[in-house]
DNA sequence: AGTCTAGAATTGGTCAGACCACTTAAGCCC
DNA sequence: GGGCTTAAGTGGTCTGACCAATTCTAGACT
């Protein structure tokens, strides 16, 4: 019921890019001609065309006029966005490669985000980010929890003013909310906070080495229970014990 | 004469783009109807259509079958390929402050991918970036060692084995490129390869604790140099005096 | 035999116009 | 005023024609 109805151009886009990441459609050689697409689908060129301008634009394709449409290799060119697609494309344990690339580029952004957050925030980054931790330890149910620790990390990458680390997040934030869905199996009975009360010092106190060393302390204690959290609904069996 | 001759759309599609980046299409707002863009800029309607696919394909905008086309506010929804289309747009100092979000990334994935490759790093990867290494330090212009230099960490980026990470990095190269013409002002002749020496032997060694602490002495030094040749080359005069 | 070239075939780019599908707003009825 | 019907507005799809760039091919030339 929350399924909108695709058009037929993103449908065809996603179909194609399917077949290219799965290697169906294997780099270095040309696509179909659009002639040839639209016979094969049974869709208008129109329609065909505006898929193929999508894969152009995430890089998955070159189009060259009267000389083909060349597939790239995605690895080689694709940007970040790809980070959804690649899930669920290969094996299990292609998928539990890709979650930890997810999980440790998160990490690595919030550390380094952290670090400069305590140099630059200014008193409303500051403000907004202590009631933000206010509100975190009030929170009443997971996801509740959930939601405000998204609120928090926005809040830091905003007051560490690095436009790149931003947009990431945009891309990485619609990648693991896919794991959201997960966070109900997580207690929030017994969560400790000392960490971010620590991290939120430091940056109040434009601390930058203990804001840094606060923010690794707290990613890696969460990435460790969602891990826990993964796995106990069954996710990743195989994660630390191969194939007991 | 490098200049490639641009479609059509993909012309609207930049106009379109930089007048939202700009504000002159505020977020929230509505896009002009199709059929007023065509009249507007006089083209036909599957030209505007495919410049239009390009732009939700961005996340720029969102399209909503018969309820218009919302501009979104990119800093909110868009990607890390924003980046390069964010130069040139506002003030100088604004341009500075997304040089400087650039590189902060870029060392912040650096050095944690060469953390991960110290452990991960297999017995190809290791001679790869070894013979990379004495590349380097054999190369006889500028031009050379800046190619090596990104071998180098591309092989890194490789034996680190995060998607994530590679994915980034094709996006951030795309725009340090053009920073690449400066490097013409840079001299080789005194440049010191013990931090590099020391970083290939930490990832030969497996030793992820020296691995990161020499990218991370790299990754300083290597911006600090790239400043200075973007100062020698007058672009940023005012990076670290105020309206001297 | 090898090379070059002009023309044909292929492939992507643009245009025009019609009609379908969904949303929004206006107007009507109660 | 609230709820319904209807019309207008907007995006989606299709068709078919023609333009523009590249690639292939057959023939001419040496």
Redesign the pocket.
Known sequence: MAEK???????IFEDLQQKIISGEYAAGT?????????GAL??????V??A??RLAQSKLVT???????KVNDYQETGGLDLLNKLFNNKSISFDLQIFRSLMEMRSALAVDAARLAATRRSEEDKQLIQSIFEGMKQAQSSTELQKRTIEYWDAIINASENIAYKLSMNTLKENYSYFERFGENFSIKNYKFVYYEQLTQAIANKHHVKAEQAAKTVVERDARQLVNVLELAGKFPELDKQSS
């Open positions: 109805k695709k058009s037929t151009g993103q449908a040309n696509l179909p001609s659009e002639r040839d697409l639209v049974g869709v208008s060129r129109s329609a065309r505006e193929l301008q189009i060259n006029h009267g000389g083909g449409t």
